[in-house]
């Protein structure tokens, strides 16, 4: 069975809900998978004050928080966050940043990874995040996979990704439509690429 993991960070919800359509998506195309999120690095004291942050916290509880083996077991996995300044979160970073063990084994060669983001604002920074984002995987010799225009309404080729307003709107279905397609067509490319 195709492995694939989903780790990202989420504060307000959004990427959560972009990280479970993707995870159903590849569900749906027969893979066992991960929903991993990475450890936040807001004080515990700010998590619990910020209406929106504690939101947040609650509907994640149930998510495991990501590990290293998360990375070894999967065959693909997809990488998300929100943007911050058109760049990836600290919190995603941190987690990234601890994975220079598996670099030197070379742990993640021939591993699939995706990306995906949000944001604001239509050009608040998707492009930029996961651009960005995605240099990690270059190191470790992943193979990127991208979202390009292949599946049908796609308006983001480097991967799935959302728009948050003032952060009131929700994650739209055509948004979790099209993660939930590209989660399935990452299931696949994985499983080809794992049989190597
Ligand atoms: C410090 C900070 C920087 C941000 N920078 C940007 C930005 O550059 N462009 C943008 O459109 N939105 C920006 N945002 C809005 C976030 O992208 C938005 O809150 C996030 O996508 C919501 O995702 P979440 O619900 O998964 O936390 C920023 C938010 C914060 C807190």
Redesign the pocket.
């Given at each position: 069975m195709t492995k694939i993991a989903v780790v990202y960070y989420?504060?307000?919800?959004?990427?959560?809900d972009l990280a479970a359509a993707i995870e159903k998506g590849a569900q749906e195309a027969g893979a066992e998978t991960r929903l991993r999120k990475v450890r936040d690095l807001v004080p515990e004291e700010v998590l619990r004050s910020n209406k929106g942050l504690a939101h947040?916290g609650e509907i994640q509880k149930d998510v495991k928080e990501a590990v290293l083996d998360d990375l070894t077991w999967a065959d693909g996995i997809a990488f998300g966050t929100?943007?911050?300044?058109?760049n990836t979160t600290a919190q995603l970073r941190n987690f990234l940043d601890q994975t220079g063990p598996l670099w030197a084994k070379g742990a993640l060669a021939g591993k699939v990874a995706a990306f995906f983001t949000?944001?604001?604002?239509p050009h608040?920074?998707h492009e930029t995040t996961i651009l960005t984002l995605s240099t990690f995987a270059y190191h470790h010799g992943m193979l990127i996979m991208p979202m390009g225009y292949t599946i049908t309404g796609s308006v983001d080729p480097y991967g799935p990704t959302y728009i948050?307003g003032d952060?009131s709107r929700a994650v739209g279905e055509e948004e979790k439509r099209l993660a939930r397609e590209f989660g399935s067509a990452l299931a696949r490319v994985a499983q080809k690429l794992a049989a190597r």
């Open positions: 989420s504060a307000y919800g959004h990427t959560f947040g929100p943007t911050r300044f058109g949000g944001a604001s604002t608040g920074g948050s952060g």
